[in-house]
Protein backbone atom coordinates (compact mmCIF):
# COMPACT_ATOMS: atom_id res chain seq x y z
CA UNK A 1 0.00 0.00 0.00
CA UNK A 2 1.03 3.30 -0.98
CA UNK A 3 -0.09 6.70 0.74
CA UNK A 4 0.67 9.71 -0.46
CA UNK A 5 0.27 12.53 1.64
CA UNK A 6 0.71 15.16 -1.61
CA UNK A 7 -2.40 13.78 -1.92
CA UNK A 8 -3.90 14.58 1.16
CA UNK A 9 -5.27 17.67 2.21
CA UNK A 10 -3.83 19.36 5.10
CA UNK A 11 -5.97 20.61 7.84
CA UNK A 12 -5.04 23.01 10.15
CA UNK A 13 -6.00 22.67 13.89
CA UNK A 14 -5.84 25.62 16.88
CA UNK A 15 -5.17 23.57 20.27
CA UNK A 16 -5.17 20.57 19.39
CA UNK A 17 -5.78 18.49 22.97
CA UNK A 18 -5.95 21.66 24.61
CA UNK A 19 -2.71 22.54 23.63
CA UNK A 20 -1.21 25.93 21.93
CA UNK A 21 -1.10 27.70 18.81
CA UNK A 22 -1.86 25.42 15.60
CA UNK A 23 -0.89 22.11 14.33
CA UNK A 24 -0.92 21.48 10.24
CA UNK A 25 -1.92 17.79 9.63
CA UNK A 26 -2.63 15.46 6.64
CA UNK A 27 -3.78 12.34 8.01
CA UNK A 28 -4.95 8.40 6.35
CA UNK A 29 -6.43 5.99 8.25
CA UNK A 30 -7.57 2.28 7.28
CA UNK A 31 -8.26 -0.80 9.70
CA UNK A 32 -6.72 -0.01 12.88
CA UNK A 33 -3.89 2.35 11.91
CA UNK A 34 -3.48 6.03 11.25
CA UNK A 35 -0.56 7.98 9.52
CA UNK A 36 -0.51 11.57 10.47
CA UNK A 37 2.10 13.81 8.44
CA UNK A 38 1.96 16.76 10.73
CA UNK A 39 3.76 20.40 11.58
CA UNK A 40 3.42 21.79 14.89
CA UNK A 41 3.99 25.34 14.44
CA UNK A 42 6.30 27.63 16.52
CA UNK A 43 5.33 27.70 19.50
CA UNK A 44 1.90 25.66 19.20
CA UNK A 45 1.81 22.44 21.06
CA UNK A 46 -0.46 18.79 21.36
CA UNK A 47 -2.08 19.21 24.94
CA UNK A 48 -1.99 16.41 27.61
CA UNK A 49 -4.18 13.58 26.71
CA UNK A 50 -4.59 9.48 26.65
CA UNK A 51 -4.04 6.91 24.02
CA UNK A 52 -6.95 4.48 24.86
CA UNK A 53 -6.86 2.48 21.64
CA UNK A 54 -3.09 1.58 21.18
CA UNK A 55 0.58 2.86 20.16
CA UNK A 56 1.20 6.20 18.87
CA UNK A 57 4.96 6.56 17.37
CA UNK A 58 6.07 9.70 16.09
CA UNK A 59 9.72 10.25 13.95
CA UNK A 60 10.48 13.81 14.07
CA UNK A 61 12.09 14.56 10.17
CA UNK A 62 12.59 18.09 11.43
CA UNK A 63 13.08 20.61 13.55
CA UNK A 64 13.11 20.09 17.55
CA UNK A 65 10.42 20.44 20.53
CA UNK A 66 9.66 18.83 23.63
CA UNK A 67 7.32 15.67 24.58
CA UNK A 68 6.18 14.52 27.91
CA UNK A 69 4.92 11.13 28.33
CA UNK A 70 3.78 9.99 31.64
CA UNK A 71 5.73 12.71 33.42
CA UNK A 72 9.34 12.14 31.74
CA UNK A 73 10.69 14.64 29.55
CA UNK A 74 11.73 13.89 26.10
CA UNK A 75 14.11 15.94 23.54
CA UNK A 76 12.66 15.78 20.28
CA UNK A 77 15.40 16.49 17.10
CA UNK A 78 15.67 15.17 13.50
CA UNK A 79 15.98 11.31 13.85
CA UNK A 80 14.32 10.45 16.67
CA UNK A 81 11.56 8.55 17.49
CA UNK A 82 8.90 9.07 20.34
CA UNK A 83 6.41 6.24 21.64
CA UNK A 84 3.61 6.77 23.56
CA UNK A 85 2.07 3.14 24.28
CA UNK A 86 -1.05 2.17 24.85
CA UNK A 87 -2.73 3.80 28.13
CA UNK A 88 0.07 5.91 28.34
CA UNK A 89 -0.62 10.25 28.85
CA UNK A 90 1.74 12.71 26.20
CA UNK A 91 2.01 16.03 24.93
CA UNK A 92 4.25 17.25 22.58
CA UNK A 93 5.55 20.87 22.31
CA UNK A 94 7.33 23.38 19.68
CA UNK A 95 9.10 25.87 21.65
CA UNK A 96 11.39 26.66 18.53
CA UNK A 97 11.44 29.09 15.92
CA UNK A 98 10.62 26.66 13.11
CA UNK A 99 7.97 23.74 12.41
CA UNK A 100 8.10 20.53 13.99
CA UNK A 101 7.75 18.49 11.56
CA UNK A 102 6.49 15.00 12.96
CA UNK A 103 5.43 11.45 11.17
CA UNK A 104 3.08 9.45 13.40
CA UNK A 105 1.88 6.26 13.54
CA UNK A 106 -1.09 5.13 15.76
CA UNK A 107 -1.38 1.23 15.84
CA UNK A 108 -4.90 0.19 17.65
CA UNK A 109 -3.98 -2.58 19.63
Known amino acids: MLVDFNL ?39 GPHRHENGDDISFVVSGSGTAVCDGTEERLEPGCCHVCRKGCVHSISNPGTEDLVLLTAVVER
Do not use: C, D, K
Open 8 to 46: LQERTVPGMNGGSGEIAARMFAAGGLRLISSRILPGGSI
